[in-house]
């Protein structure tokens, strides 16, 4: 009997270990193996219990109902902008001036007359919509060589170096044996020259103005009044529009609705009160007695003569307009000490 009850409980045991080994097997592999039977991925198993070491991971395979994020190709390249060699063409727009297309190009002011000599005769004021322009791809000039040039000749005219002109590639020159023949054009790197004034019409002293500015230049030799040096803002007005002040454009550039009164800076003497064949349209000039002059052009009307006094707060020189060489309302307006233009910016 007692026999019997320790066999029974022996298989019993047995039937326990057996269960409990089939539920642990099932559990490692089971889900793996559907998983993998089906296409899904494979589960990793955890670490048993108290074993002495991680589970083995599962082996990854691509498959093509994988839901993952993928890394797709992108077919646009970006490409780091170069700085062109040769002439870019330009075709003014309205609105333009040559101050704004120079930073629109990154290039200074200069450069554009410089490189456009035919069709702006180093004036600023000459610029045109549709006017195509050589848009040079570095600062300097655009010459036309002349026989009898040398490399180095231009480079002296020019203040460069010969090794400029010969190592820019837009020029596709031979550095060893360089062949530039009359009537070709080249880029100067870095070169400069001095601009055709338009202006510097006064005779300092003797308050007089050169006919050869245009029929509003005055006869001279008048006494008046003398300016302070305290310089006023030429009317009620402060936008500046279109060009500022450069070595290429000797003032100022100052928006006016049309028919604006335009005043006097300061004190003194009129020396020019008209139309100018220079491109300034109607224009007044002011000559103060101790140096200074100051110009007012592309006036629509002229309210002053030859002579006439201006004292402080004086009457209206003329009204604003679009006369001359002007692509839109505006007063350009110039001080020059003893012949020199000068810079407005400095004194306001």
Known sequence: MVQKRFLWIGLGILVLALA?????????????????????????????????????????????????????????????ERPTQGITPYT????????????????????????????????PELLRPGQVLNILPVNGLYYKWQEGDTI???????????????????????????????????IVPGGSRPFKDWGAPVMIGTRYSFPSLGPGACAG??????????????????????????????GIDIAAAPGTGVYAADAGVVVFAGW?????????????????????????????????????????????GNTGNSTGYHIHFEMRYMGTPENPHLYY
């Open 20 to 80: 409990a080994g089939g539920v642990w097997t099932w559990r490692t592999y089971g889900p793996a193996r559907t998983a993998a039977a089906s296409g899904g991925p494979p589960v990793t198993a955890a670490s048993p219990s108290g074993g002495n070491g991680l589970a083995k991971l599962p082996e990854y395979s691509a498959r093509a109902n994988d839901t993952l994020i993928r890394r797709t190709i992108d077919v646009h390249t970006v490409r780091p």
């Open 92 to 123: 003014v727009e309205r609105g333009d001036s040559v101050f704004s297309i120079a930073t629109k190009f990154q290039i200074k002011p200069e450069t554009i007359l410089w490189g456009n000599y035919d069709t702006l005769e180093d004036d």
């Open 152 to 186: 180095e000749k231009v480079a002296e005219e020019f203040d460069t170096t010969p090794e400029e002109i010969l190592t820019w590639s837009g020029n596709n020159l031979n550095p060893l044996n360089p062949t530039v023949l009359p009537g070709d054009w080249i």
């Open 221 to 250: 030799g008048y006494g008046g009044p003398v300016g302070s040096g305290a310089w006023s803002w030429p009317g009620h007005f402060t936008t500046i529009s279109g060009n500022d002040f450069w070595p290429g454009h000797p």
């Open 276 to 320: 100018s064949t220079r491109g300034y349209g109607n224009l007044v000039i002011i000559d103060h007695g101790n140096g200074w002059v100051t110009f007012y052009a592309h006036l629509d009307q002229v309210n002053v003569r030859c002579g006439q006094g201006i004292g402080y707060g004086g009457a209206s020189l003329g009204l604003a």
